[in-house]
């Protein structure tokens, strides 16, 4: 598999710190892993947007534990509504 180049910065567009890019990179990773059905595009979107959202909170706890969590979550949202908005297409009169 191919590794992605993710664009991680913060708000100012600068660089996010080592520890963020390694927590998000890791949390990318394993989406793309995981869900192998989902578009690399917007797996690599949800990652930057979540790195830019990490480097403006004030984390107490694990930033790894964090974007594993919230990469997870944000996958499993999409696939939740993505399944409830396909229409079907060739269903009916014409066939």
Same mark, same amino acid.
């Given at each position: 598999?191919?590794?992605?180049? !993710?664009?991680?910065?913060?708000? %100012? %567009?600068? @660089?996010? $710190? @080592?520890?963020?890019? $390694?927590?998000?990179? &890791?949390?990318?990773?394993?989406? /793309?892993?995981?869900? @192998?059905?989902?578009? @690399?595009? !917007?797996?690599?979107?949800?990652?930057?947007? !979540?790195?830019? %959202?990490?480097? %403006?909170?004030?984390?107490?706890? $694990? /930033?790894?534990?964090?974007?594993?969590?919230?990469?997870?979550? &944000? /996958?499993?949202?999409?696939?939740?509504?993505?399944?409830? $908005?396909? !229409?079907? /297409?060739?269903?009916?009169?014409?066939?």
């Amino acid at each position: 598999m191919k590794r992605q180049r !993710l664009h991680l910065v913060d708000e %100012n %567009n600068d @660089p996010v $710190s @080592p520890a963020i890019q $390694s927590a998000v990179e &890791t949390a990318h990773y394993w989406a /793309v892993r995981e869900f @192998p059905r989902v578009d @690399p595009a !917007l797996l690599a979107n949800w990652a930057e947007r !979540l790195a830019k %959202n990490i480097a %403006n909170k004030d984390l107490q706890g $694990s /930033v790894r534990r964090y974007a594993h969590k919230a990469m997870h979550e &944000t /996958v499993r949202r999409w696939l939740k509504t993505k399944r409830a $908005s396909e !229409l079907a /297409v060739g269903l009916g009169r014409e066939l």
